[in-house]
């Protein structure tokens, strides 16, 4: 899935797997092909009922403002969709923030 944020810097992060994602389900964010999240490459966050949050300070200063986000699925009897959100203090307006929440 593709997203786009507004310009300006990424705050915060944040994403919610549901209770029966069991581990069983993955996610991983990208800035044009370069992997943000998590850190480490080739690396996948997973969980069940859990929120991940953590802060950053990651500057969007021009286009384009795309990110992608890959999710999998290893559940052959259940779909499963967390949740991503973003918290972006936007360049342009004075400092308002803005948030955006995704299905992944």
């Avoid at 384009?64 to 967390?82: C, M, Q, T, V």
């Amino acid at each position: 899935m593709e997203i786009k944020l507004c310009i300006g810097t990424i705050q915060r992060v944040s994403i919610y797997f549901p209770w029966g994602c069991a581990g069983l389900v993955g996610v991983r964010i990208f800035h044009y092909e370069h992997q943000l999240y998590p850190t480490n490459p080739d690396e996948w966050f997973a969980g069940n009922e859990i929120f991940i949050e953590f802060d950053d300070e990651y500057s969007v200063l021009e286009g384009p403002n795309e990110f992608k986000i890959e999710a999998y699925n290893l559940d052959e009897l259940y779909s499963h969709s967390p949740v991503v959100s973003f918290n972006v203090l936007r360049g342009t307006l004075g400092g308002m923030s803005s948030q955006g929440w995704i299905g992944a």
